[in-house]
């Protein structure tokens, strides 16, 4: 399968513990999109990498949220000291060139108790 | 920033019956794409248009975009059962930044 794979899918985690989750893009792909999505509401932009370089960051993301792409390729998203309101489906999407459809994957599902 | 509002939030048809669902930006978009999800899985990618007053059809989907670039519909014909799902309409305003909004998304529900 050479899509955009998430793990894990499902993470339940209490409030205050850290997480962190992880995207493989597709191969060939040098942009990399992470978002929240809640229910009823479409994804919602959290940050853009092209190769390693994070280039954009929502204003909505707080400082508990970090990503990375150390090597351009996989990415990790960590959310610091977990609140309640944390808990989403967090997706991940890359894309190739100006054309830029981006393919998302399954998604990592978060609860947080 | 930019907004991106869709409508309706919900539609039930009956099956064999069309359906559209509008998309509308306070700014100018230097493109704008539609995605469908399904209940439970992730957006796919359905089409991107691009230019000022572009039309696209897949099949019975048709996708256009406004001359102004600032809107966008997409309409199916005769739907089926499998058109069901959420679709949502993803903008990238003209100022060149890379940050995608999509608008709420349009729940479709198909009655056979």
């Known amino acids: 399968d050479t899509g955009v794979s998430q793990n894990p899918r499902h993470k339940i985690t209490k409030r205050g513990q850290n997480v962190t989750f992880r995207c493989d893009p597709i191969s060939e792909h040098n942009r990399l999109y992470w978002y929240r999505q809640t229910l009823g509401q479409g994804p919602e932009f959290l940050t853009y990498f092209q190769n390693e370089a994070q280039l954009e960051k929502s204003r909505l993301l707080s400082d508990r949220f970090s990503a990375e792409r150390p090597k351009g390729s996989f990415s990790t998203l960590e959310i610091q000291r977990t609140e309640q309101g944390d808990s989403a489906m967090y997706l991940c999407?890359?894309?190739?060139?100006?054309?830029?459809?981006?393919?998302f994957g399954p998604g990592t599902r978060l609860t947080v108790l | 920033g930019q907004q991106v509002m869709q409508i309706p939030q919900y539609q039930h048809v009956q099956e064999g019956e069309d359906f559209t669902t509008y998309c509308n930006s306070s700014t100018t978009l230097s493109n704008i794409q539609w995605y469908k999800q399904r209940p439970g899985g992730h957006p796919v990618f359905l089409i991107q248009?691009?230019?000022?007053?572009e039309v696209k059809k897949q099949k019975r989907l048709t996708f256009q975009f406004g001359e102004a670039k600032k809107n966008s519909s997409l309409h199916i014909t005769a739907t089926q059962t499998t058109d069901v799902g959420t679709y949502f309409c993803a903008a990238r305003d003209s100022g060149g930044y890379q940050k995608v909004t999509f608008g709420i998304g349009t729940k479709l529900q198909v009655i056979p």
């Open positions: 999407a890359s894309s190739l060139g100006r054309l830029d459809t981006q393919y």
């Open positions: 248009l691009v230019k000022s007053g």
